[in-house]
């Protein structure tokens, strides 16, 4: 198996908010297009003297030169794009100073178009800043980026009444802005911290008080921002790391598992028991490994590391590490969302989409849609029966197996997803809450028929061997039906009752024996462990249970059932021991085909299993 290298960060995401000993806050600026983001933020840099020497004079002349009108704008728009057509494409990082802290400012683009961008830079920041234009009032984007900052987990949002000086510094155009857009909020569950009159190109109610608009008797932008709070460290939260992959390094002598996986929030130590879900598997850190790193005996968020666990378990990609005595995930197949769609086609419901959340990747279907906005109100949308491009919507979806995360409201890391529509991201959100099942999924395989009276163990003494079944799990690279037919046969052969059955995925290359189906002309590819589509991955679940039954039956009759699956993961094989409970349930990875002597060692450790499970002696 090849080698894989753990990178190991040299810094801690935690200690990004300081800088020398200042905190640092991240803050966006939000609104629809030409709403006056960048003259704030420009105005912002001007009237704080964060601006390099110079720079405010060169801009003005540059404006005199060109016979253009000096904005402050023109201080952030440097990409040659955005000055060519007058809007942000981009999201722009500006930096300056209050006299409490330090400030990253990411100016978000307004248009429509370039909605994805605007996530991208809203998804970094703490706390926003909302910009509405008094004269044009509230308009779509500005509906959309409210519930958009919302999705995201931004609680802390302060909007801005934009050019108050083009409606005469009016109280009235302000307070009816004011209250139809926390109407609107209201809706969303969203609650602005500060709502501020101001005129950026004139610094009214930037920087300090404006005695053009004495009525209000709030605080201007600057100390709004400087009110905002800092999010407490992740490292205090709870500890979360997604498994991305479980690694050998057999061809070195090395017989360790090595759990890895980027630690999202909180810390883990040796010692700690560990729960993996959706699975449920516990083991205790015995060790926390790292490639041309010193040992430690703890790791905290922000970095990528390696666990070897103290017990031996079967776990794989998309699992979910906690600390047991720690707050727990959530784990459902249903869940509550909001989402915000940007597709080229609709989120439909009866259409297969992947749902990607940290590392797991899970099959997931639009069941109903609660509620839907489409912030530019030209449509029913309140009717609609699929989520269209730029919408939000609240909304249930189904998935093809369980999912461990947390609730939004809980923890922001394992809280957010994206959907993807083939190959592309086609719409994010983020989990407000677990559903219950209503279909009852697992439970007793076979429930029709009558069970022998004959008791288990008198079967067992009868032919001198106790049912068991093995489960061979293969994957790229890794037949599972070979070594599974090989143990079989070592069992014939030392005198015990045994029964290969194998399961191809659908439409794969092998039949129920694990035979190649002739004009199979995707086999090659397949074989090579090509990715199954949505489709094929949620109609994949339904023949494990078939195995499952059909293994109960044979595990009755006091049989050792070898079973040979290809790209089983741990939901899978943790469906298959609630099946064929009472008897036991064994699982074993097939090895890589290129290594040397696997089979053969493969063959012995599933004997050793046996064995240690009371199968054979």
């Known amino acids: 198996m090849e080698q894989t290298r753990i990178a190991i960060p040299t810094y801690s995401a935690d200690t990004a908010g300081k800088v020398e000993g200042r905190i640092r806050m991240n803050i966006v600026i939000v609104g629809h297009v030409d709403h006056g983001k960048s003259t704030v933020v420009g105005r912002l840099l001007a009237d704080t003297g964060s601006l390099p020497d110079g720079k405010l004079e060169s801009v003005r002349a540059f404006c005199e030169r060109n016979s253009r009108p000096f904005e402050y704008a023109f201080l952030l728009d440097a990409l040659k794009d955005e000055q060519a057509q007058g809007i942000t494409i981009d999201t722009a990082r500006t930096f300056f100073k209050s006299g409490k802290r330090d400030y990253i400012i990411i100016d978000a683009p307004g248009h429509i178009e370039f909605l994805k961008n605007m996530v991208t830079g809203a998804a970094r920041a703490e706390a926003a800043v909302l910009v509405i234009d008094a004269k044009e009032g509230i308009r779509e984007n500005s509906k959309r980026h409210g519930y958009l900052l919302s999705m995201l987990g931004i609680k802390q949002i302060a909007v801005v009444v934009n050019k108050m000086d083009l409606v005469g510094y009016s109280r009235e155009a302000f307070e009816d802005i004011r209250d139809e857009f926390i109407a609107f909020l209201a809706r969303i569950g969203a609650t602005p911290k500060f709502f501020i009159p101001i005129s950026a190109f ?77 699975s449920g598997k516990k083991s205790r850190v015995a060790s926390i490994e790292a490639f041309h790193a010193a040992k430690r005996n703890e790791i905290g968020v922000g970095y990528s590391t390696g666990l070897t666990l103290a017990q031996q378990i079967y776990i794989g990609r ?281 089979l053969a060692g493969l063959v012995d450790a599933a004997l050793a299993r046996l064995r240690s499970a009371g199968a054979i002696r």
């Open 202 to 278: 004139n610094g009214e109610n930037l920087t300090k008080a404006s005695d053009k608009m004495a009525w209000y008797k709030g605080p201007n932008v600057l100390a709004a921002m400087d009110a905002f709070e800092k999010e407490p460290p992740k490292a205090n939260q709870p500890f979360r790391m997604p498994v991305q992959d479980v690694y050998k390094f057999t061809s070195l002598g090395d017989d360790r598992r090595i759990v890895t996986g980027r630690v999202e929030s909180g810390s883990v130590k040796v010692g700690d028991e560990v729960v993996f879900l959706p």
């Open 318 to 598: 998309g699992e979910l590490a906690v600390i047991a005595s720690e707050a727990p995930a959530e784990v459902a197949r249903r869940l509550r969302i909001n989402l915000f769609w940007m597709g080229k086609k609709p989120f439909a419901a009866g259409k297969t989409y992947f749902l990607k959340l940290g590392t797991a990747k899970i099959p997931c279907r639009l069941e109903r849609i609660n509620y839907l906005i489409d912030a530019s109100e030209t449509a029913g949308a309140e009717t609609k029966s699929a989520v269209e491009r730029h919408d939000v919507a609240d909304c249930v979806i189904e998935l093809s197996k369980p999912l461990a995360f947390d609730p939004i409201a809980r923890l922001e890391a394992t809280g957010r997803f994206v959907i993807v529509d083939q190959y592309e991201i086609a719409g994010g959100g983020i989990i407000r809450e677990a559903l219950p099942d209503e279909v009852q999924v697992q439970g007793p395989a076979v429930t029709a028929l009558v069970r022998s009276s004959l008791p288990a163990d008198s079967r067992a003494q009868l032919l001198g061997q106790k049912p068991a079944l093995l489960v061979v799990v293969g994957g790229p690279g890794r037949d599972p039906h070979g070594p599974a037919k090989a143990i079989e046969a070592k069992l014939a052969a030392l005198g015990r009752h045994a029964f290969y059955l194998g399961l191809a995925e659908p439409g794969k290359t092998e039949d129920a024996h694990g035979a190649p189906v002739p004009g199979d002309t995707d086999a090659a590819a397949r074989a090579g462990g090509s990715p199954l589509t949505a489709e094929a991955s949620w109609d994949a679940q339904s023949p494990s249970a078939k195995l499952g039954e059909a293994a109960a039956l044979l595990l009755d009759a006091g049989l050792i059932v070898v079973a040979a699956v290809r790209g089983l993961d741990t939901d899978g094989i943790g469906s298959l021991e609630a099946q064929v409970k009472p008897h036991a349930a064994l699982a074993l990875e097939a090895a890589a085909d290129a290594e040397a002597g696997a």
